[in-house]
């Protein structure tokens, strides 16, 4: 699963970077994929260890940490859809469509990780 952090950490930083880049923002925020991405990284990178207690710490904060990021993100994608709604107004559709795509690569990824903790409590069940 640690290998499975470093991927999705390279899709974060790509996002915010694309995002950032990609439309000419110059707002801090659209950043903020990037630094989820750099987090999941660097303690996705930390995982790959020869200690079982280790590597299960690094992924319980990659997990922690994606379940924020998917959180944060859902949450401020409805709230800016919704302000500019009920105030009438056109919404961002790219700050929106930003914020979705990293909703779900945080959704997806703790699920993954999910579902790898259940299988590692199998494993050590038998």
């Known amino acids: 699963m640690a290998k499975v952090s470093l991927v999705f950490g390279v ?3 790509i ?34 260890s020869p200690s079982e207690k280790r590597r ?20 401020r994608a409805i709230m800016v859809y919704g302000n500019a709604r009920s105030a009438g107004e056109d919404p961002n559709y790219i700050a929106i469509s930003a914020q979705a795509a990293m909703a779900l690569l945080m959704l997806i990824y703790v699920l993954l990780c999910v579902r790898s903790f259940m299988e590692a409590r199998r494993k050590r069940a038998e």
């Open 15 to 48: 996002l915010g970077l694309g995002f950032y880049f990609g439309t000419g923002s110059h707002y801090p925020t659209s950043l903020i994929p990037l630094w989820f991405g750099l987090a999941l990284g660097v303690f996705g990178f930390l995982a790959i």
């Open 56 to 75: 299960k710490l690094f992924m319980h904060i990659n997990v922690t940490i994606g379940v924020i990021g998917f959180f944060g993100a859902a949450i």
């Open 11 to 13: 899709l974060l930083a």
